[in-house]
């Protein structure tokens, strides 16, 4: 009995053992799932915490060219950004020795703020699609614009900030000059100086800092060397192809007027116009050889005043001997000075010998000298009724007239000097005012319907005919008379009509 009892106890003490064991079991079993249901929610919470915050802030472990941006806001890291872009040195040097320095805020460059930040929103977009449980540390880079404050600019690099113990000294551009000892242009080499050019400065500057930027946007300190690339630029050196074409013409000028002489004929007369006279007319400055007009001027005005012959009072010797003085003069010759201006201009420029008559806007018909009748002309003596011909100095004819009638104003032939418009054979005169029209064989019109003709109807001639019972101021001439006249002159004869009375 007691053994049972015993045994029974010893059973009933071994279950509690087992059910204690597994007790023991289930406890540790559920506080092993419970640990591991706290890790995995904290783990959850975090990710979820690290995704909330991510769409505000920009990612862990995220740097920007070195410059750690994790967490921060986009605007924050945009700011930290350009704040540390800003605090960079700027130096400049020239020759081994500091000139200058300042920051690139200071100096007016700052990062795109608008392209910044939208690029920043670009790369917190894109690392939350990347991210996991488990990130590494990233340093990228991003696009970035460099802008620049001008007013900021413009005072950085004014000239105060640059003075050096010695006067800089500007560039010069080559240039022509001429050298009256040798009478010759020559080209001036040009000078490059030392005086910085704002606009260079700044290629300079800038091309400095995109080649330091290239190895990272953000550095310590930068570094300009000023030289030859920052001064006044050199436009125009001494090999400019331009300034040498300007050399050879110009001396290629003074060589033409050195070599051009002027002859001017009047006949067997000659007026020369040579090369020491043409070369005192130059005006020689360093920009160019430039001839003086005025002195052109004088020269045309003193070469009409010698040889115009037409309009001005005209004196002339009769074939009596007698001088008479015609002022209704309008055979001749007159210089166009406009066009002889020209002209003249043109010719001082062909380096040759140029031999011409002026350019006239009325002539004759010859000239020898200030003599424009040259020996050919028709002579009309009103107050003894006749007439010369001579041509070449040698009288072909001469005859007895019938003038206009001097009794009445209306019909009196013209006194002066005229060219024989034309000539034309046979011929019909008619005149409604007078009431006639008569045939001729020749006719020769000089002025206002005035001509030489023949008048068969006539049986004398000379005399006091023509007070009386004179013409409609026609001269009439013998037949034979006016057949020789005719048949000797052209057109542009002159013929001269005075009267000594």
Known sequence: MNQDRHSYYRREREYQRRQS???????????????????????????LGDYFLDQTHMAHQLSIYGTRVSGLTIEKAAQKLETKFGETVLIFTENGDELYRTTLEEAGYYLDGDALREELSDVQSEMLSERGLFETWKDIEIEYTVLADEEKLAETFSAEHFEVELERTESTDACLEYDSENGEFVIVPSWQGDVIDADNLRAVVEETMSESLEDGLFQKSITVKIDVNSYQTVEVTENSEELNDRLEQLNQSLTNYQNTSIVYT????????????????LEITDEGVELNESLIWTFIDELSSTYNTRYNTRSFTTTAGDTVSLSNNEYGYWIDKDAEFEQL????ESGTTVEREPIYSDSGLAREGTDDLAGSYIEVSLDKQH??????YTLVVETDIVSGKASDEDRATLEGAFSIAYKVSPYTLSSEYYGYETDVTYWMPFANGQGLHDATWRSSFGGSIYKTSGSHGCINLPLSAAATIYNTITAGYPIIIYNRE
């Open 387 to 392: 007439l010369w011909l001579y041509k070449d």
């Open 21 to 47: 064991e597994i007790e023991a079991k289930r406890k540790k079993t559920l506080a092993k799932q419970a640990a591991l249901l706290v890790m995995v929610l904290f783990v959850v919470c975090i990710f």
């Open 266 to 281: 009047f006949g067997s007369v000659t007026e020369v116009l040579d090369s020491d006279t043409i070369c005192s007319w």
């Open 345 to 348: 201009c043109a010719d001082l």
